[in-house]
């Protein structure tokens, strides 16, 4: 079976900031992906950041960053110099790739920026 | 480039009815999957079409169908609604893949039933 966590429901963080968006994971799988996506207010929902399972290099994308812990099976989130902007709700996912590919989102998580 | 429609954004049903969605996904891509996303239960995959054809299914009741066209456009269907089918209904595109590529995802539409 495949799970994905995040045991926190909320987090708040002072604009200009850095924040850790925890991620945990289960899969038993080899092939795989991981992902963080946020949904803002307006409801659609965008891709923040991706990283694939086989690289050992930590995805990042302008003031968003991953540590990904293969080991520990933990893939966390971490924002920059947070901006009002990036209050929204995060959610982590994982998908398993082959005959039986699988998408597992987590609970999400909602971040408020505060000014 | 448009980016996904979904249609309607928002309806209200009663017991027992039935509904259609509709998802316009970006052109080119030929993957759609859909989702269902509610409070309690967060987001849980439906099922995903590629070309016309059912690649993937999540674990939902028969009640809960759909179809990809020629075109990509792609119709999700719930039969005998109930009130726990209460939920905001959103596709996702891809281009790439969908286990491994970005998704691109609508605006959702939000489903309630009385």
């Known amino acids: 079976a495949q799970t994905v966590t995040q045991s926190q429901p909320e987090m708040s963080v002072q604009e200009a900031e850095t924040v850790t968006l925890s991620c945990t994971y289960d899969?038993?799988?080899?092939?795989?992906?991981l992902f963080w996506y946020k949904q803002p207010p307006s409801r659609q929902m965008i891709l923040v950041i991706r990283?694939?399972?086989?690289?050992?290099q930590n995805a990042t994308e302008n003031r968003f960053s991953v540590n990904f812990q293969k080991a520990a099976k933990s893939f966390s989130l971490k924002i920059s110099d947070s901006q009002l902007g990036d209050t929204a709700m995060y959610f982590c996912?994982?998908?398993?790739?082959?005959?039986?590919?699988?998408?597992?989102f987590g609970k999400g998580i909602t971040l408020s920026v505060r000014p | 480039k448009a980016g996904v429609t979904q249609t309607p954004r928002y309806l209200i049903k009663t017991r027992g009815q039935q509904v259609t969605l509709s998802c316009s996904p970006i052109?080119?891509?030929?993957?759609v999957s859909w989702y269902q996303q509610t409070p309690g239960q967060g987001l849980q995959f439906l099922f995903e079409?590629?070309?016309?054809?059912?690649?993937n299914k999540g674990n939902f009741p028969g009640r809960f169908s759909g179809r990809q066209f020629s075109n990509s456009r792609s119709e999700m269907n719930v039969s005998t609604l109930e009130l726990g089918d209460s939920a905001l209904y959103l596709c996702?595109?891809?281009?790439?893949?969908?286990?491994?590529?970005?998704?691109?995802f609508g605006e959702g539409s939000r489903l309630t039933v009385l």
């Open positions: 990283q694939e399972a086989y690289k050992q």
């Open positions: 996702a595109s891809s281009s790439t893949g969908w286990a491994t590529g970005e998704l691109f």
């Open positions: 996912a994982s998908t398993i790739t082959g005959a039986n590919s699988k998408l597992t």
């Open positions: 052109s080119g891509h030929r993957s």
């Open positions: 079409y590629f070309s016309e054809t059912q690649r």
């Open positions: 899969t038993s799988e080899n092939n795989y992906y």
